[in-house]
């Protein structure tokens, strides 16, 4: 079964403010040295996908300077390959009436363009603000011998609350036919099969349910759009249980992050030798670990400089950490360094910060303290 894929880098940007005022969702540093866009880009490719769009909004730029060609991905390609679809504006008797997008309905009308010009069976939607390392040849393969329409990709959640379209809840029966498809609200709790934002959907359906939701005026691609056009229709499920994370707050963000850090999750993520994760390569010099450094339980990327105490953290290329200086439980981002005698414990740093001497920051593991990009404290 051929498929194509788009990923959708924008739609999740208002759960991170803070790291996305600079940049999409997509873009969002994660792990070390990866993009949270890099998972979602090596799940399709380790699949066998080779035609992939990727729709934006706004704050693009450096989404587009991680992803290049797509040749760090084997995407640089003359047939197929990776296309960058800005966000689209045209006449006011376009599908979105010359507008910016809102949801992921008018995401997609307009990225129609691009979806009408996929000559393969199926399309692979997914978001970027998801961590797993999922085998999409499997989820097609039972798309396939279901003979369904639309496949969603679950994965069971304990869910305390949450705002209207936070989760979208996909109940299904014994044999995995969805039954109803309902959003999250305040008052739902307990465990349900979450729908991950990882769906296959016929190519030709997916036209033909955008054209039906342009005639009847939906707003909301999963609750209306695809539940109206359930009862003539094949939907599935199909249940993930590997590891995921959903990066929908700071703190989980901080939370992924530190999951990392355990072995098990290390293991299922990135050492799966059929699937690697696949991310923008840079020729850094390795870490350099001065004399009387510690280092106990963490995720160094290449090119840092460690003269002081690293514990139980993740830090990306290019970090110093000065002498006498204590990073416990953070997050360090990329070019950032520390004065002599800091003390940091649960403290996200993001892109060429720097924290002068003497300086004592701590937040925690709920709620994470942030530096903004640049800044100095």
């Not at 992939?52 to 991680?66: A, C, E, F, P």
């Not at 599908?95 to 129609?112: D, F, S, V």
């Not at 009862?231 to 590891?243: I, N, R």
């Amino acid at each position: 079964m051929t498929a194509a894929g788009l990923i959708f880098s924008n739609i999740h940007d208002i759960s991170i403010p803070e790291m996305t005022a600079e940049r999409t969702m997509a873009s969002i540093p994660f792990g070390g040295r990866y993009r949270l866009v890099d998972f979602t880009l090596s799940n399709m490719v380790n699949s066998g996908i080779d035609k992939v769009g990727i729709i934006t909004h706004n704050n693009y730029r450096s989404l587009m300077d991680h992803i290049g060609n797509g040749k760090d991905w084997d995407l640089a390609r003359r047939s197929g390959g990776i296309r960058i679809l800005p966000p689209y504006v045209s006449s006011s008797d376009s599908p979105i009436g010359g507008k910016l997008y809102t949801n992921r309905l008018e995401a997609m009308l307009g990225a129609i363009d691009f979806i009408n010009h996929c000559d393969e069976e199926v399309v692979v939607l997914s978001d970027c603000d998801d961590i797993c390392n999922i085998d999409l040849s499997a989820v097609l393969d039972y798309h396939e011998a279901k003979g369904a329409d639309v496949t969603f990709v679950t994965k069971k959640m304990n869910l305390d609350g949450g705002k209207a379209g936070s989760h979208t809840i996909i109940n299904a029966d014994a044999e995995g036919n969805v039954t109803e498809i309902v959003d999250c609200s305040p008052m739902t709790k307990g465990e349900f099969n979450v729908c991950t934002n990882i769906v296959v959907i016929n190519t030709g359906f997916l036209v033909s349910t955008l054209h039906t939701s342009v005639s009847y005026g939906y707003k909301d691609f999963y609750t209306q759009a695809l539940a109206a056009a359930m009862a003539s229709s094949k939907y599935v499920t199909f249940d993930f249980d590997g590891y995921y994370a959903e990066i929908g707050s700071l703190p989980k963000y901080f939370t992924a992050n530190m999951e990392i850090l355990r072995a098990d999750v290390r293991n299922e993520l990135f050492n799966t030798k059929d699937r690697p994760v696949y991310t923008k390569v840079r020729n850094t010099a390795p870490t350099k670990y001065a004399e009387g450094a510690v280092v106990k339980n963490s995720v160094i990327a290449d090119g840092c400089v460690i003269e002081g105490t690293v514990i139980n953290s993740v830090l990306f290329r290019g970090v110093r950490v000065r002498k006498g200086t204590v990073v416990k439980n953070s997050v360090m981002m990329q070019d950032s360094c520390t004065g002599e005698n800091v003390q940091l414990n649960c403290v996200i740093t993001d892109k060429n910060v720097t924290i002068r001497d003497d300086v004592n920051l701590s937040g925690h593991e709920t709620q994470p303290f942030y530096v903004a990009k640049g800044k100095m404290i």
